[in-house]
């Protein structure tokens, strides 16, 4: 496979607040990263005339790990704008659940593909996806080059119930670890008020065949939390334990209202937690103790949630709100750092999906996701500290280039793996069909 180098940028390794290399090196070989860091400081092999096939010239440009978006409904793109400035119990039953009873396979592959090509456009090389018609999710990932955790969405009971979970499987098997190893699984009970504890325990079985995490929704809002307490006297942690889902890794989305005794469960749990600002914001439901999660020593990572209700995929507006929202709710400006918000979107955010082996930093053996931002252009100049360049005003435009797997997916901000105006097109066309049918 091809060998790159990447010369004369401003490499962020990601591994602490001081690993900041102007002028740093980084080379990669096999879809891999074989040195990242000051260029004087690499082995004299990748240094030698010839040694990359391609050489990427990056002065002015900050040169850093793929973002990764850690819960998302990527399909969801297709109801972007269709219903807003609602209550989510409301859109959901009211909007997007009896339209989300029409998709089709082929909405969600170009929807989900949609979704790539935004998300790679802003620099995000991996989300965590909760879905239907996963097979198609999948797809449209493998051919836009992009990698993803992606999860059959299980909800309801009884044959509902025993057919998602049996989708899931087949999900599992055709698709766990394919596309060169960018397409992972979890299982994905919707949340903890959608599905009893008889099936919550029978998705703890299931992780425990497949060897796979949980993404699931958590306390997203104050009414679930008094929903689960009238209907089973317990929080939404209580059940997940006691339903034996925490003898995984469990990635939380929202995470929002947990008591003091629920982050202790889910910290000795080694669960994670999947922080969505501007989706909780929009819907109202508060913000999360971010702040405090970290404390009980539970890996934040951040994520957009599905564009029906976040409107996006980018997820640096989740960078600046994430920063901005702790200091506000903290009274201190220095609670949470530049360096705490795009650590979050990085390296935290590839920790809470389990990927920290793989991604999330730029260190040697990790697989080559990582982003170019122009900071030459006018809204980051000049560039006194990158990480305040990156938390608080780089925005999805300012990404030019992006590889994932050693692969460059966005040359000069346009997609080189698929025609970025036929995914358009057709997912305009296939949403209008879908909102039609409604
Ligand atoms: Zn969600």
């Known amino acids: 496979m091809e060998r790159i180098l990447i010369t004369g940028g401003t490499v962020l390794t990601m591994t602490g607040p001081d690993a900041v290399y102007e002028g740093g090196l980084v080379a990669i070989e096999d879809g891999r990263i074989a040195y990242a860091g000051?260029?004087?400081?690499?082995?004299?092999?990748?240094?030698?005339?010839?040694?990359?096939?391609?050489?990427?010239?990056?002065?002015?440009?900050?040169?850093?790990?793929?973002?990764?978006?850690?819960?998302?409904?990527?399909?969801?793109?297709?109801?972007?704008?269709?219903?807003?400035?609602?209550?989510?119990?409301?859109?959901?039953e009211t909007k997007i659940w009896p339209v989300e009873a029409n998709l089709t396979a082929e909405d969600v592959y170009w929807g989900t593909a949609l979704a790539c090509l935004e998300s790679l456009l802003a620099g995000v090389t991996t989300f965590n996806d909760m879905y239907f018609f996963m097979a198609d999710a999948a797809r449209a990932v493998a051919d836009t080059g992009a990698r993803a955790v992606l999860s059959r969405g299980i909800i309801g009971s009884g044959e509902d119930f025993r057919s998602r979970l049996a989708d899931a499987w087949d999900f599992y098997r055709a698709w766990h670890g394919k596309a060169d190893g960018r397409v992972l699984t979890m299982l994905a009970p919707h949340a903890p008020y959608t599905v009893a504890p008889p099936e919550l325990e029978k998705v703890a079985e299931a992780a425990a065949e497949m060897g796979v995490g949980i993404h699931i929704h958590l306390v997203e809002t104050r009414d679930e939390v008094e929903l689960l307490r009238q209907r089973y006297g317990k929080t939404a942690f209580e059940i997940i334990r006691d339903a034996g889902l925490t003898r995984h890794p469990v990635v939380g989305a929202h995470c929002v209202h947990p008591t003091d005794a629920d982050m202790e469960i889910f910290a000795a749990a080694g669960g994670r937690v999947a922080h969505c600002p501007v989706s909780n914001l929009k819907l109202a439901c508060g913000v999360a103790p971010i702040l405090a999660w970290r404390r009980a020593g539970v890996p934040v990572g951040l994520g957009t949630d599905g564009a029906a209700s976040a409107n996006q995929m980018s997820l640096w507006g989740e960078i600046r709100l994430a920063a901005l929202l702790q200091k506000n709710a903290s009274g201190d400006p220095r609670a949470f750092t530049a360096y705490d918000a795009v650590h979050a979107a990085t390296a935290g955010g590839a920790r809470v999906l389990g990927l920290e082996?793989?991604?999330?930093?730029?260190?040697?053996?990790?697989?080559?996701?990582?982003?170019l931002v122009d900071a030459r252009r006018p809204g980051l100049t000049p560039v006194h500290d990158p990480f305040s360049i990156l938390a608080y005003s780089t925005n999805p435009g300012d990404v030019e280039t992006v590889l994932v797997d050693g692969r460059v997916v966005v040359e000069d901000r346009r997609l080189t793996t698929m025609d970025a105006a036929e995914i358009t097109a057709k997912a305009a066309e296939h949403a209008r069909r879908l909102v039609g049918a409604a």
């Open 357 to 371: 082996d793989r991604i999330g930093t730029l260190e040697p053996g990790k697989r080559a996701d990582l982003i």
């Open 38 to 92: 000051p260029a004087q400081a690499a082995p004299a092999e990748v240094r030698a005339p010839g040694w990359a096939q391609r050489t990427i010239e990056a002065t002015g440009r900050l040169v850093l790990p793929g973002l990764v978006n850690t819960h998302t409904h990527a399909a969801m793109v297709l109801l972007r704008g269709y219903a807003d400035d609602m209550r989510l119990m409301e859109w959901l």
